[in-house]
């Protein structure tokens, strides 16, 4: 059994919070509503020592607008990766030596949020 701490990477509109648009997203006065039970998936990961991750499509240019409402909203992480586009992402990683897997993907309805995932 692996005890290194686990890795989430999670997107945020539509997973975290309710999905809003990009023009939207720019105002740093936008209010994100945050998906039942996400804040408390988050602070799970948190206690249990992940690493969070959180992607967004946004653009660069709007990471001070998106920290901002994060931060708002008490929503913390490890990492903020902004300009992660809109098309399907992949993620690859290798197996442990004896066969492990050790990359897993959920694809969730959108905003209905992260507090039912078992990770």
Not at 74 to 88: N, P, R
Request: with cysteine.
């Amino acid at each position: 059994m692996d005890l290194r701490p686990k890795t989430i990477i999670c997107d945020i509109d539509g997973t975290l919070t309710e999905h809003i648009k990009p023009n939207q997203a720019a105002k740093i006065e936008t209010v994100l509503k945050p998906l039942d039970g996400s804040i408390d998936k988050l602070l799970e990961w948190e206690r249990s020592g992940y690493n969070i991750i959180l992607l967004t499509g946004r653009k660069e240019s709007m990471r001070s607008a998106t920290e901002a409402q994060l931060r708002s909203l008490g929503i913390f992480y490890d990492h903020l990766v902004m300009g992660v586009g809109g098309g399907s992402r992949h993620l690859i990683n290798d197996c442990k030596n004896d066969g492990t897997t050790t990359a897993y993907a959920y694809n969730l309805e959108r905003n209905k949020g992260i507090s039912s995932l078992q990770i």
